[in-house]
């Protein structure tokens, strides 16, 4: 949970108070295996902290390639590979700056 006080004059304050929703994603076995093994291979303390960080950089990432991209709007899709070693890479130097 966030909360942010934001002074509105010298007698009022708002608050704003950030609660995290919880979602549920299918997984297969394997996929699920891998997801662990990745998580604690890469020194997270749980499933959710890695899966948080991944979305956030991928979605990063995936803006980048947006900036990148003339006014079509969309992304190339034979970028998508290139994407994956980025986002690799950017998890794996975040691990190692963190350790």
Do not use: C, H
């Amino acid at each position: 949970m966030t909360i942010i006080v934001r002074k509105v004059s010298s007698e009022s304050f708002e608050l704003n108070v950030r609660v995290p929703r919880i979602i549920s994603i299918k997984l297969e076995q394997g996929t699920l295996r891998m997801l662990d093994d990745a998580w604690k291979k890469a020194g997270y303390r749980s499933r959710s902290d890695f899966i948080r960080d991944a979305i956030k950089i991928y979605m990063e990432l995936l803006e980048e390639i947006s900036r990148r991209e003339d006014s079509t709007g969309g992304i190339d899709r034979t970028k998508v590979a290139s994407l994956k070693e980025e986002l690799l890479r950017v998890v794996l130097q975040k691990n190692i700056a963190t350790k």
